[in-house]
């Protein structure tokens, strides 16, 4: 198939809804359907000798758990957790099919269906540059001229920028509701509202064991912010005034960042 000729209605869609049931379709006419809110479309299998690593993340932006099927993917994922455009995801949302130009029929589930604040649809599939096959090159393009065909956003990502993989790692570690404590992360927002060093600002608030998480906290909320691609977070690390004050969630952002 010509990714440029592909439209709605040439594209198969089967899915598992919430509540268990397998449903099939033309693209043109389930693309409505809240797939954040879907099962995996597919298991997460776990065996001896198994070359990838499938799990479930915890995500503060659904207050649920979300499935991998490689640390690749759970990077991503993470990634899609910190960002604030992002209200909701699932894992293996849906199999997409299409006929060749032989009837021969090709099959493809995306990694993961997001939901922006706007209410956009972004799909994204998860693969490094270094193992794209030819084959698969055409899949994603035939994915993605799908998805525009019904007004979603398509991005392929790969490995992420390994300084901020390893800081929002970092941050996602107190990404859980609990860690907030109102007094203290009052107290945060005003010291660093003119900018501050990470350490000696989280001592000016009190004693660092027990301010630190919040803080870190308040960073992963975007309330907070900091350089996260120039260098590992640090003592010295400037922190500042964030944007985002309320709603977006604990959330890879929109299709230019996912792409990042």
């Known amino acids: 198939m010509d990714a440029c000729e592909v439209s709605a209605e040439d594209v198969e869609l089967e899915y598992v809804s919430a509540g268990g049931v397998r449903e099939r379709g033309p693209l043109g006419c389930l693309w409505s359907v809240r797939f954040e809110s879907v099962r995996p479309e597919r298991r997460f299998p776990a065996f001896r000798g198994q070359g990838n690593w499938c799990g479930w993340y915890w995500s503060a932006t659904c207050g649920g758990h979300v499935g991998y099927e490689s640390w690749l993917e759970r990077d991503r994922l993470m990634l899609l957790d910190f960002d604030p455009l992002v209200t909701g995801m699932s894992s293996q949302p849906f199999r997409l099919s299409w006929a060749e130009p032989g009837g021969k029929r090709v099959r493809h589930t995306p990694d993961f269906f997001v939901r922006r604040t706007d209410g956009t649809a972004l799909v994204v599939d998860v693969r490094p540059d270094?193992?794209?096959?030819?084959?698969?090159?055409?899949?994603?393009?035939?994915?993605?001229?799908?998805?525009?065909?019904?007004?979603?956003?398509?991005?392929?990502?790969?490995?992420?920028?390994?300084?901020?993989?390893?800081?929002?790692?970092?941050?996602?570690?107190?990404?859980?509701?609990?860690?907030?404590?109102?007094?203290?992360?009052?107290?945060?927002?005003?010291?660093?509202?003119?900018?501050?060093g990470l350490l000696d600002g989280a001592r000016r608030v009190g004693d660092q064991i027990a301010v630190l998480p919040v803080l870190f906290h308040l960073l992963w909320r975007r309330i907070l912010t900091t350089d996260l691609e120039s260098g590992l977070l640090s003592a010295d690390t400037q922190v500042r005034d964030g944007e985002v004050r309320e709603g977006g969630g604990d959330a890879v952002a929109s299709a230019a960042a996912a792409s990042g």
């Open 130 to 196: 270094e193992r794209i096959e030819p084959q698969d090159a055409v899949k994603f393009a035939v994915t993605a001229a799908a998805c525009r065909s019904v007004g979603w956003d398509f991005a392929r990502v790969g490995t992420p920028d390994a300084v901020l993989m390893a800081n929002v790692r970092w941050l996602a570690g107190y990404r859980h509701p609990r860690v907030h404590h109102p007094d203290v992360a009052d107290r945060l927002v005003e010291v660093f509202a003119d900018g501050a």
